[in-house]
């Protein structure tokens, strides 16, 4: 890879300090920090690196020292000590020929020089949100981290998420201390909603001398973390801010997956088993499980896939309707009729609007500003006996399994633990190298260091243009419950720019296979064959 100082746009080489970062007295016109202090570089053929904020950038004297991992023994047999600073990971991997390279955010790893002295470390770590398999492996990791490859001693846990920095809650957090909570679900430092008071939150910070701030918790946390962060910067404290990303649903943008997603998957198979078992053994017996998913869908959607033996899911992006050709019921009768028993799983956030149209519900928030949800799986529950019971024709067992608070409060699972650790690694190594003002996650396999911007401005849904929705769709042979209407305003939201138009009622079904930037070359090709997986499960108009 060409180095990031030549692909500069419009400049020669600039200038670099003992990291490798750009010069602040030196910087190019191609690095842009008027926008909200974004850092973009533009480089040849359509390079773009989004970077994250580092403490030269506003500290340009900050000492830099040798990085202690080139004399600790676990590390004597690795090959390459430490990332390349030119080392950047690419957003997109499926490109076209003569694309432009598209964005880059640079990638995890220790650094040859770090803008911390190990015995000047004082770090916190804080916990913020609802629970998730893997946060005290997260807790644990970082700890060990530290003190292992980096010799620091102190290091602090605030209890109770934010409101815990301006309450005074602490814990001391040593290797000994952690050593099994990995094994423990939950927080050992408790977590809350709310209580984001940056002033407050800062001049705890400050007056406790931390400079370094790991924060875990979902978008919003990550949101309170950005603002910690200008804050500091704002006063010119030497502390790095970095943000864990967290969410069970899976619905953090930009990086591959969230941690706990792996062991929400694993465990909700329990819930659907058991519904599974319940309803194949009574007549007419149906399974009703409800999954979390606020407002992505992937828990329900990869717990179907996981199964086989889910007939139905719905999730939040894909909108369904009960009653008439085509509805939930018509399906649900048919079914029953085929089979004699049927599972049904539905994430939270699934037809809230059919419950607010039903009940005339007011919109309320929770202290994180999540939306509070009405009981989806209740409500359904009860809408499918009221069908059967006004019809008279069939009576049904119906049996409603909510498994919510039981997934998200087991220890993570093997492969969770492994990846708490990388992120917990990837996390330590940027904020020792002077990186502030980032979340870490993988991005096409490869850990990166993202800024706070890019994981708070959107959420990851679940795109039911892809091939992933179809082949669910494809499993169970449910209808997609879409009119033409939600069709095209789908097919318009993800695809405007290759599909052509519906010239008339085909199926109640999606005929694109995958979104269209990414997956433009094979549309031609699995167009009809995934109108025909959809049509085998779905009614002509």
């Known amino acids: 890879m060409a180095s990031l100082s030549s692909s500069l746009s419009s400049v020669s080489a600039p200038a670099k300090n003992g990291n490798g970062a750009i010069s602040r007295s030196d910087r190019p016109m191609a ?8 850092k973009i570089v533009h480089g040849d053929a359509g390079y773009v690196l989004e970077d994250v904020p580092h403490l ?28 390349n600073t030119d080392d950047t990971v690419a957003q997109k991997i499926v490109v076209h020929k003569g694309s432009p390279r598209g964005t880059h955010f640079r990638r995890a790893g220790p650094r040859q020089k770090v803008y911390f002295e190990s015995d000047e470390v004082h770090a916190c770590i804080v916990t913020c949100g609802g629970l998730c ?46 050593n099994d909570i990995h094994k423990r679900g939950g927080t050992i430092l408790s977590t809350s909603r709310g209580g984001h008071d940056t002033s407050k939150i800062v001049d705890s910070i400050q007056d406790r001398g931390i400079n370094q701030v790991y924060i875990i918790g979902g978008d919003g ?43 929400a998957v694993e465990e909700a198979q329990r819930a659907i088993n058991a519904a599974h078992v319940e309803a194949g053994s009574v007549e007419n017996g149906i399974g009703v499980v409800k999954l979390m998913g606020r407002y992505s869908g992937f828990i329900a959607m990869y717990a179907t896939l996981a199964s086989r033996d889910v007939d139905c899911c719905l999730i939040p992006e894909s909108p369904f309707y009960l009653e008439g050709k085509g509805g939930l019921f018509e399906f649900i009768e048919k079914r029953l009729k085929e089979n004699g028993h049927m599972v049904l799983v539905v994430a939270e956030g699934a037809g809230q609007e059919l419950i607010a149209e039903s009940m005339r519900s007011m919109n309320h928030e929770d202290a994180s500003g999540n939306k509070l949800l009405l009981d989806v799986g209740l409500w359904l529950s009860q809408k499918i006996k009221d069908h059967f019971s006004c019809k008279g024709k069939m009576t049904i067992n119906l049996k409603y399994i909510d498994p919510t608070y039981m997934i998200r409060a087991v220890p993570a699972n093997a492969s969770d633990n492994v990846y708490s650790t990388l992120l917990a690694h990837s996390a330590l190594h940027g904020a020792m190298a002077g990186y502030t003002g980032f979340t870490v996650g993988p991005v096409n396999g490869r850990h990166a260091y993202i800024p706070f911007y890019r994981v708070t401005e959107a959420r990851n849904n679940v795109v039911i243009t892809d091939r992933m929705w179809a082949r669910l769709l494809s499993s169970t042979n449910q209808p997609s419950f879409l009119t033409l209407k939600d069709i095209e305003s789908v097919r318009n939201v993800y695809s405007p720019k290759y599909l052509p138009p519906i010239k008339e009622p085909i199926y ?34």
């Open 221 to 263: 946390t990550q949101k309170g973390a950005s603002v910690i962060f200008e804050e500091i910067q704002r006063r010119g404290l030497k502390v790095a801010v970095v943000g864990i990303p967290k969410t069970i649903d899976n619905d953090i943008a930009v990086i591959d997956k969230s941690f706990g997603f792996d062991t």
């Open 31 to 38: 690095l842009d920090l008027k926008l909200n202090q974004r």
């Open 56 to 83: 030269t950038d506003y500290i340009p004297d900050a000492p830099n020292y040798p990085n202690p991992l080139q004399d600790n023994p676990a590390y004597s047999v690795v090959k390459q000590y430490f990332v």
């Open 133 to 178: 398999p893997g946060l005290n492996t997260v807790i644990r990791e970082i700890v060990c981290g530290l003190a292992h490859m980096y010799g620091v001693t102190k290091i602090l846990g605030i209890e109770g998420g934010y409101r815990g920095f301006y309450a005074r809650n602490t814990i001391s957090l040593t290797p000994k201390s952690v």
């Open 508 to 541: 109640n079904g999606l005929p694109n296979s995958g979104s269209a930037e990414e997956h433009h070359d094979d549309q031609v090709a699995d167009e009809s064959s995934l109108v025909n997986q959809i049509s085998g499960a779905t009614t002509k108009h």
